[in-house]
């Protein structure tokens, strides 16, 4: 007797042709499928070098901040997540960094620093990417994002453009801001000082950090953040080595130039009222390159669209029932 075989219903055809169409989809790059977050943050940025600080004897990082010149940094991110758990980021940011001896250190620990009074200022714009891991996805409990805490860390590789600047008092009493790279302020370039190379305004950075982000809803989060930044240049404050002659400023500089450079070299004497020796003391200290960090408030969004990893679970797919 020959075998009858029941004819396949035109709703299963459809219902199979959707849930194929729905995996492939799911598997692309598009925007709308849960994969980008685009966000912004605003928070204090802080300057780790030569100049000013906080109390005590110089230190690394957050206990040496100077929290009196605190400015802000902004900027703006785009985040890709080929998994859950990886993400990888592409920002840019634009600030301020300064530091004021006088604002620094006023214990017995801290006098030299102060009484060298030098100061500067700079804006900072830089862009960089990097990767954050999400090490506690593998512990949740459900799917989706909403009312989630995600801690994650973050390291990556950006480039920066500064330009350090002092004020300076001109003859007539008035003060303007002059940029400091082209007074030569430690024999930069000169040929007296052949170990002390001019330093490039574009540099290069590590960039290290973490942060907690809360899931308002599935497609919207805040966050905090805290990201170091670990230059190559100890030159952020045009600062680090030691004291020139500086005859070598009117040989080398314009008239003006010159005396903007002795006026801004060595600032002691506006303090003590004396000049002490100070051709070839201690200015800055080449040890350690100049460095600065971030605490940041974010705001993002998911760009979840009907594809998306956290929609496609509340939406599964009905099929017709037949038999």
């Known amino acids: 007797m020959r ?4 004819t396949v219903r035109l709703p299963a055809l459809i219902c199979l042709f959707i849930l194929h169409s729905s995996i492939s989809s799911s598997q692309s790059f598009s925007p709308a499928n849960g994969k980008f977050e685009i ?3 605003i928070g204090p940025s802080f300057f780790l070098g030569d100049l000013g600080g906080n109390n005590g004897k110089g ?7 100077d929290l009196p010149v605190t400015k802000l940094m902004k900027g703006l991110y785009v985040n890709f997540y080929p998994v859950e758990w990886l993400g990888f980021r592409l920002a840019g940011n634009y600030g301020v ?30 862009g960089y990417i990097a990767a954050e891991i999400y090490p506690t996805i593998f512990l949740e409990q459900y ?72 899931y308002l809803t599935e497609s919207m989060f805040v966050g905090i953040e805290i990201l170091h930044r670990k230059t190559f240049t100890d030159y ?3 600062v680090s080595t030691k004291y020139i002659d500086p005859y070598y400023f009117d040989v080398h500089l314009s008239p003006e130039k010159a005396a903007q ?8 004497r506006l303090v003590t009222g004396i000049t002490r020796p100070y051709i ?22 998911r760009l979840n669209g009907a594809n998306s990893p956290n929609n496609r679970i509340k939406k599964q797919l009905k099929c017709p029932v037949f038999y």
């Open 3 to 6: 075998a009858r075989v029941p």
């Open 39 to 41: 966000g912004l943050n």
């Open 59 to 65: 230190k690394s990082f957050i206990k040496d901040v």
């Open 97 to 126: 960094l300064e530091a004021y001896d006088s604002l620094g250190p006023t214990d017995h620990h801290g006098y030299e620093r102060t009484k060298r009074n030098l100061g500067f200022r700079t804006n900072i714009l830089e």
């Open 143 to 214: 799917d989706g994002l909403q009312h989630k805490f995600r801690p994650y860390g973050l390291v990556g590789f950006g480039m920066f453009h500064y330009n350090p600047k002092a004020q300076y008092t001109e003859p007539n009493g008035n003060k303007t801001w002059v940029e400091l790279k082209p007074l030569h302020l430690e024999g930069q370039g000169f040929p007296e000082y052949p170990d002390r190379q001019e330093y490039s305004l574009n540099q290069q950075a590590l960039m290290m950090g973490g942060g907690m982000k809360y």
């Open 236 to 238: 952020l404050d045009d």
């Open 261 to 268: 450079a002795r006026q801004l070299f060595y600032r002691e």
């Open 280 to 301: 070839g003391y201690q200015r800055g200290d080449p040890k350690e390159n100049d460095a600065f960090f971030s605490g940041l408030l974010k705001f993002g969004w």
